[in-house]
């Protein structure tokens, strides 16, 4: 197989060198990360016996990546699941200090260090200014810090520290669904609304100075966007929600060297990292019974993205100095155990409960319609314009299509209905709703996806009306 190197970086000692290789990205069987560690390397490197190590992963990329190329490949994919009805997460894992936070969210010196989030939300509301679709979506921002959920984007009162936040606490439902109680959900309408919010969140977030990382998160954070979607006049409305999670990187405290409240947060992230662990654990060994969600807040609010109804990506980020060769080994070994995890993505589709009411109500007023052709009798009074509209309306609505129509059925309304009215706005009808496209505008009722059906259901409609002008006719002429 051709690789291409790329040497990430080397430690010498003599005539040795360690280096981390590359293969080609552009392979079938995918890109793979190899470490090569000399049995006789000291210093605190790996030393089990073992010199070669490979792990295979979608792609690869090193220091010097773009950010644009990162979204790219990893989160532009799931982002457009999600815009179809999909839940999909995207998190980022990794020793502190290795670039999680700024693969996630940017940095602020350069407009093209935008990370996963901000790109995001532009690619995410520039996908859903199609006018013939409606999208409402709202936002949430949860920290997680020492086991304790914060609402990142309350606004009810002005958060001097922490404490000031709205704290969240997680419920779950008799059908095993978990919800965040006292977790906002904020409006937002278009990309600078939803960048405020990120904004916001981010300046409540926990930041730290540690020995290993100059701005450490201490916390880990999900920025969630949940979205609505309907076609017009579709009975079906389509709900999804995007998880973007910035996990609080893992550190050893023996080399770290924490003391005091570092030292204590250390040690929450290290176990909520530790529980998240365990259930990708027992979720790669499928005769497991029991998945153990509940050990963390953590896991709990990511049941879904772990193992259930949703579409993951985990990007795996690593140190590349010779002093973590062990943590980025073991943030490898994570990484397998999560690829071989098998969700199980649904469409989320719901009725819309107006437009449902809607629809029954007009199938309620077609069953009294024709009630009332078997128990009324005959009218002698004119129809209404409004009446004829409704008929004709009730006619391309009902369930039965219209060249299902009996002969009886249809004899028996111009039966009853005999009137010179209906003569006269027949002809208006056939010109005005059949013979111009404007007619299609009717399918606003039925759905956007039945307008090829509606398109040479036209014909069907021009066929019906004939028949019942020529019945009608026929029925003059009888009488």
């Known amino acids: 197989v051709w690789k291409k190197i790329i040497q990430c970086f080397k430690y010498l ?36 016996r ?113 404490d000031d936040l709205q704290k969240v606490t997680i419920m779950e439902d008799l059908d095993h669904n978990i919800h965040l109680k006292n977790l906002s959900l904020q409006l937002s309408i278009n990309e600078e609304e939803a960048l405020n919010l990120l904004f916001l969140g981010d300046i409540n977030r926990v930041i730290a100075k540690t020995p290993m990382n100059q701005a450490s998160t201490r916390s880990h954070c999900i920025f969630t966007i949940h979205i609505r979607k309907r076609e017009p006049g579709c009975a079906t409305m389509r709900h999804s929600k995007l998880h973007l999670v910035d996990l609080a990187g893992s550190e050893r405290v023996s080399k770290s060297g924490l003391s005091g409240q570092l030292l204590t947060e250390a040690k929450y992230i290290n176990r909520s990292l530790h529980y998240l662990e365990q259930v990708i654990i027992a979720l790669s060994e499928t005769d497991r019974p029991h998945i153990p969600y509940r050990n963390s807040l953590l896991t709990s609010v990511l049941r879904d993205s772990l193992g259930g109804n949703c579409m993951t990506t985990m990007i795996a980020t690593i140190a590349v100095d010779n002093g973590n060769l062990e943590e980025s080994i073991s943030t490898c070994r994570f990484s397998q155990r999560v690829a071989v995890i098998n969700n199980n ?23 009294k319609e024709e009630l009332s052709l078997v128990k009324e009798g005959q009218r002698n009074d004119r129809l209404t314009v409004e009446e004829i509209e409704r008929y004709l309306v009730i006619f391309w609505l009902h369930s039965r299509p219209f060249w299902h129509f009996s002969h009886t059925y249809i004899h028996t309304y111009i039966h009853t209905y005999r009137h010179t009215d209906i ?32 398109q040479s259901g036209i014909v069907s409609l021009f066929h019906f009306v004939s028949h019942i002008y020529i019945m009608l006719m026929w029925g003059q002429h009888s009488s």
Not at 95 to 116: C, L, N, P, V, W
Not at 357 to 367: A, N, P, S, Y
Not at 437 to 451: E, H, N, P, S, Y
Request: proline share 2%; net charge negative; charged share 20%.
């Open 13 to 48: 000692k003599g005539d040795m060198i360690w280096k981390v290789y590359s293969v080609d990205n552009e392979d079938q069987a995918g890109a793979s990360l190899e470490f090569a560690v000399p049995r006789d390397i000291i210093n605190g490197f790996v030393d089990n």
């Open 50 to 162: 073992r010199e070669y190590y490979k792990f295979r992963f979608q792609n690869v990329f090193d220091q010097w990546v773009k950010q644009e190329d990162i979204f790219e490949k990893t989160a532009k994919p799931v982002i457009d699941s999600v815009l179809a009805g999909y839940n999909g997460t995207i998190f980022a894992y990794g020793q502190t200090g290795t670039g999680k936070t700024f693969t996630m969210t940017g940095g602020a010196e350069h407009y093209s260090d935008r990370g996963i989030i901000p790109r995001t939300l532009s690619y995410l509301y520039e996908c859903t200014e199609d006018r013939n679709v409606h999208f409402t979506t709202h936002i949430s921002y949860l920290e997680i810090y020492n086991e304790m959920g914060f609402d990142l984007l309350e606004s009810r009162n002005e958060a001097y520290r922490l």
């Open 345 to 367: 993505p649904i469409l989320n589709e719901i009725l819309d409960p107006d437009l449902l009411i809607t629809h029954l109500k007009m199938e309620v007023q077609c069953l």
């Open 423 to 454: 003569h006269t706005y027949i002809h208006t009808y056939i010109h005005t709703y059949i013979h111009t496209m404007d007619f299609l505008g009717l399918c606003t009722f039925i759905g956007q996806g039945l307008r090829s059906h509606v």
